[in-house]
């Protein structure tokens, strides 16, 4: 699933291609319940003729600024954007002015896409670990308000959003933390940890233009239709069995809120 990271080298290279500034001359919907709102035929009649003035990222919401409204866009399980026909499962075309086309693959089906007016649908996420808001005490403050396991905590999109779980578990072990503590419990210096590896192990993820992991092809790849580099720089995720990168001891999984989850024991313990 597209974390922060493969969402923002999404948009990053949407940028690049030249996407923005573009007028959309007309979409086509081949799977209806991708578009979530407003019906389809709405939709379409809607994004016609739209200038694309920005592409900007909210958590894992990809947001086209267009002339008039938003369109909301959230990958889910296995959503992507091309710029090269896809071999199958493309949900939605988008047909841009001088001839470029964006396709939206998604195999699982699970992607959504919502034409809005503002972007009152998205004000119930959490703060974005990139933003401004996203200091020290907020982060603190969120923590201790909640008495939960760090690991669902984290996951939840309502308190910071962005974080799946590959990232979540890189940064629980960048700050060696025991993903099963209960957020209200973790010491100052714990805290500050954390709020420092969050970043890191998303600028990382971004750095390396996202995770694909599998070779499967509904695994996440770019626009471009190229794999990310992560997957090979984890140094916990789907590495049980292997030693730690820090201290050697074997890295074991374990389920935490229903989710594999990979640590330490000697580091997070
Ligand atoms: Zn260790």
Known sequence: MPELPEVETIVRELNEAHVVGKKILKAEVFWNRTVATPEVSKFLQLIENQKILKITRQGKYIVFHLFEGFLLVHLRMTGKFLLSMPSNHERVRIYLEDGQVLHYAD????????????????DHIGVD??????????????????????????????????????????????????????????????????????????????????????????????????????????????????????CGHIIIKLKVAQRGTHVCPNCQY
């Not at 195999?107 to 007016?117: I, T």
């Not at 982060?139 to 939960?148: G, P, Q, V, Y």
């Open 129 to 246: 670990p990139f933003s401004k808001d996203f200091t020290f005490e907020s982060f603190k403050a969120l923590l201790n308000a909640h008495s939960r396991q760090i690991k669902p905590f984290l996951l939840d999109q309502k308190h910071i959003c962005g974080l799946g779980n590959i990232y979540v578990d890189e940064a629980l072990w960048e700050a060696k933390i025991d993903p099963q503590r209960f957020s209200n419990t973790l010491s100052h210096e714990q805290m500050h940890d954390l709020f420092h590896a969050i970043p890191k192990v998303l600028e990382k993820g971004i750095e390396n233009l996202g995770t694909s992991l599998g070779t499967h092809r509904s695994n996440y790849f770019n626009v471009s239709g190229k794999r990310g580099g992560n997957q090979y720089k984890l140094n916990v995720f789907r590495r049980d069995k292997e030693p730690c990168p820090r």
């Open 107 to 122: 195999q699982r089906k699970f992607g959504r896409f919502s034409l809005v007016k503002t972007l009152d649908a998205i």
